[in-house]
Every structure is written in C-alpha cells, then in structure tokens.
C-alpha cells in the first residue's frame, strides 16, 4: 500500500513541473507584456501593458510614425 501513495506524490510533483509558475502563483492575475519604442536618433522608450492585444495596438500605432525605427513587445515576469 505504501508503494502506491508514493507514486501518487510522485504523479503530483511531475504534475507541479509541467504547470507554468503563471498557474502555480495564486497572487498573480495576470501577465505583464513591456513595449519597447526604437527611434531613429537612437533614443527608446518603454511602456508595459497587462493587456497584450493592448500592446500590439500601441506598438501598431507607433510605426506609423516616421521617427520610429522599430518596435519590440516582450513578456516581462
């Protein structure tokens, strides 16, 4: 009997691995996802969003400038 509670913690510390830290984290509601504006002279400048399809929107928004070299969306933790 004690052979099959052992792999039963086992099946349950696999299980823990394969969650993302997303999921195991109960204080976190939501992810962050940082927008990064390249200028042409060199300057940049970065904003971070909870919403990622609010971030596609303002980095979308920023290329249309002329000043804008280009720009870069990444998950922050």
């Not at 980095?59 to 870069?72: G, H, Y």
């Amino acid at each position: 009997m004690k052979k099959n509670t052992s792999k039963k913690k086992a099946a349950n510390k696999k299980a823990l691995k394969k969650t993302s830290r997303m999921s195991r984290d109960r204080r976190r509601k939501h992810h962050h996802w940082q927008v990064t504006v390249y200028y042409g002279d060199g300057e940049k400048f970065a904003r971070v969003y909870i919403d990622r399809d609010r971030a596609l929107k303002f980095a979308e928004r920023q290329k249309k400038s002329p000043v804008v070299k280009s720009t870069r969306i990444m998950e922050v933790d």
